[in-house]
C-alpha cells in the first residue's frame, strides 16, 4: 500500500451485510454468496433476495452462537476485501472437498478474498488474515483451516503459496485443495476467560431481550390501549393499565427464566473477577480460584 492509503476494519453482522464487497454479476458477489453456507447447486436460481435473506439468518445464527465470523477491510473508505470464518459444523459445504474434513478443534476460514486484481499484492489480504488470527487467538482459539488452491487466485480463500508464507502448513492434500493449518498461540489465561464469559453473557442477554419482546407483551399493551382510547379514558382502564404493568413487572423480574439468567449472570460475573485477580496456569492457583468461586456462588445460591 502507499503511505497515502488508509486500511480499516469492519466486523460484518447482519445490520450490515450490504456493504459487503461487489464485484461480479449475482450470484458470486460477497453479499449474495451463500456457497459455504449450502450444499446444493450454487447458481442464479436462488435469487438475490432469498440469498441476502439466507445469508443474514446464517450471520445471526453464528454470531449468536460463536460470536464474529466476518470482516470486512476497507480502502481508504471503499470496501477492498472481505473474510469469512466460523467452526466446520456452521459451513456445510466443508464436506464436499477432498482434502476435508477440516477438524473439529479449528475455526475454519471460508474466505479471504480481495476482488479487484489491481489491489492485490499490497498487503490488504496479509493484514485482513492478521486480523482474524489475532481476533481469534484474543477468544481462545488455537487454530485455523482453510482449503487453499493450488497454482491459482481462483478460490474463495486464495492460492497456497500465500498461505505457506504466513506459516501455514498443509496437513492433508489429495486434490488441487488442500487443507492447511496454523497453530495460533495460547491466549492469557485471564484474557482468555473473559472473552468466554462475556460471550455467554452476551447470550443471556439476548434471551432477556427475546422474552421482552414476546408479542402477547406486545398485544397485550396495544389492547389495553384501545380499550382505554374508545371507553374515554375513564379511571377505572387507567388503574387497570398500572395493575398490568406491575403484573408484567413481577412476570419478568420474578419468574424463574429471568431469575435463573440474573442468577448466571451474577455467578460469571464473580468468576471473571476472581480470575482476573491474579489468575495463574498452575494446578493449585487454578483450584484455589475455583474453591473461591464456589464459596461465592454458594452464598449467593443461599
Known amino acids: 500500500m502507499e503511505a497515502r492509503d488508509s486500511l480499516r476494519f469492519n466486523v460484518v453482522s447482519h445490520l450490515n451485510l450490504k456493504e459487503l464487497p461487489t464485484f461480479r454479476l449475482f450470484p458470486y458477489s460477497c453479499q449474495y454468496c451463500v456457497y459455504w453456507e449450502s450444499t446444493g447447486d450454487f447458481d442464479e436460481k436462488i435469487g438475490k433476495e432469498e440469498a441476502q435473506r439466507l445469508k443474514s439468518a446464517w ?5 449468536r452462537e460463536f460470536g464474529d465470523c466476518g470482516v470486512i477491510a476497507y480502502l481508504n473508505d471503499e470496501p477492498a476485501g472481505y473474510a469469512e470464518y466460523a467452526p466446520p459444523k456452521f459451513l456445510s459445504r466443508v464436506q464436499q472437498y477432498e482434502s476435508g474434513p477440516p477438524s473439529s478443534d479449528a475455526v475454519f476460514l471460508a474466505c479471504l478474498y480481495i476482488p479487484k486484481k489491481e489491489l492485490r499484492g499490497r498487503g490488504i489480504g496479509k493484514s485482513l488474515l492478521d486480523f482474524v488470527l489475532s481476533d481469534l487467538q484474543k477468544r481462545g482459539y488455537t487454530a485455523i483451516e482453510t482449503f487453499a488452491r ?25 486434490d488441487e485443495f488442500p487443507l492447511v493449518r496454523k497453530e495460533l498461540a495460547r491466549p492469557d489465561g485471564t484474557r482468555h476467560l473473559r472473552n468466554i464469559l ?6 443471556k442477554v439476548d434471551a432477556f431481550i427475546d422474552l421482552l419482546k414476546h408479542p402477547l407483551i406486545f398485544y397485550g399493551l396495544l389492547a389495553f390501549d384501545l380499550i ?8 377505572y382502564f387507567l388503574m387497570a393499565r398500572q395493575f398490568l404493568n406491575w403484573a408484567l413487572w413481577m412476570l419478568i423480574t420474578q419468574s424463574p427464566v429471568i431469575v435463573g439468567i440474573y442468577r448466571k449472570l451474577q ?5 471473571a473477577r476472581v480470575m482476573s485477580e491474579g489468575y495463574e496456569t498452575s494446578p493449585e492457583k487454578w483450584k484455589q480460584s475455583m474453591e473461591e468461586y ?3 456462588v454458594g452464598k449467593r445460591e443461599d
Request: charged share 25%; no cysteine.
Open 267 to 271: 455467578h460469571e460475573e464473580s468468576l
Open 294 to 296: 464456589e464459596k461465592i
Open 228 to 235: 382505554f382510547l374508545v371507553s374515554g379514558g375513564t379511571i
Open 150 to 174: 493450488i497454482g491459482s487466485e481462483s478460490s474463495p480463500a486464495g492460492p497456497l503459496e500465500f498461505y505457506l508464507k504466513q506459516g501455514f502448513s498443509v496437513k492433508r492434500e489429495k
Open 198 to 203: 462475556h460471550h455467554k453473557i452476551a447470550l
Open 59 to 63: 450471520f445471526r445464527r453464528v454470531s
